[in-house]
């Protein structure tokens, strides 16, 4: 598989499987992958990280507040927790297109975990 094939591949098993189908890739690819294809692979495993680490914070912060009497805020932590994977399957999205167009790709809000 060239490149862009793996780098568009990595972005669309992010859609699906979340980190663990780009880790997989990242895994597989990155000793032999150029610096184009290693920013991918890095973005990807990053970005799918992140998204499920505040997804995941979200999901506690609701039971906490709600818990505690807090319901409007708990709904609040809720709604964003929903909100959250639409936005990722679009910037997921927009990372395949360039990709697939052999252009960069930075997600927005991303923190460097693996380089």
Do not use: C, Q
Not at 10 to 23: D, E, K, N
Not at 33 to 42: F, K, M, V
Not at 47 to 76: D, E, K, Q, R, S
């Amino acid at each position: 598989m060239n490149e862009r094939g793996t780098a568009v591949t990595t972005h669309v098993l992010g859609i699906f499987t979340l980190f663990v189908g780009p880790l997989v890739v990242y895994f597989a690819f990155r000793k032999k992958a150029g610096p184009w294809l290693r920013d991918h692979l890095d973005e990807s495993v990053n970005y799918n990280i992140l998204v499920l680490a505040a997804l995941v914070l979200l999901v506690i912060l609701a039971l906490v507040f709600t818990a505690f009497g807090y319901p409007m805020i708990a709904l609040l932590a809720f709604v964003l927790g929903m909100l959250l994977y639409p936005v990722k399957v679009i910037l997921e999205v927009v990372a395949t297109i360039k990709a697939s167009r052999g252009k960069p790709f930075h997600f927005p809000l991303d923190i460097k975990m693996i380089k």
